[in-house]
């Protein structure tokens, strides 16, 4: 059985720091493309980072460019979000996701096929 379980949101202050962790099972995560995505209310679902199989390929979406870094600790079968400088705008709610069938990132939600549960993140201003 397939799990991605997040954990790390919570509420914090506009400039302030958290770190999302995505524990994987049930799948050969080293193996997998993974991502992180947002979802605000009212909006759509959006792409904030995605990484290769071995992580030594990352993408950041523009509007969390150089405030926001994903990374992967394979040994530990965990994704990793480190989030700094934060923004209302990052108001969301974050999802991990494993694109178990491709080795190399992307942004394209389609070729996602395991999602977490996801974990919320209010950044009050």
């Known amino acids: 059985q397939v799990q991605l379980v997040e954990s790390g949101g919570g509420l914090v202050q506009a400039g302030g720091s958290l770190r999302f962790s995505c524990a994987a099972s049930?799948?050969?995560?080293?193996?997998?493309?993974m991502g992180w995505f947002r979802q605000a209310p009212g909006k759509e679902r959006e792409f904030v980072a995605g990484?290769?199989?071995?992580?030594?390929?990352?993408y950041h979406a523009d509007s969390v460019k150089g405030r926001f870094t994903i990374s992967r600790d394979n040994a530990k079968s965990t994704l990793y979000l480190q989030m700094n400088n934060l923004k209302p705008e990052d108001t969301a709610m974050y999802y991990c996701?494993?694109?178990?069938?491709?080795?190399?990132?992307?942004?394209?939600?389609?070729?996602?096929?395991?999602w977490g549960q996801g974990t919320h993140v209010t950044v009050s201003s």
């Open positions: 996701a494993a694109a178990s069938r491709s080795y190399l990132l992307t942004r394209d939600p389609r070729q996602y096929d395991y």
């Open positions: 990484i290769s199989f071995t992580g030594g390929s990352t």
């Open positions: 049930g799948f050969t995560f080293s193996r997998a493309a």
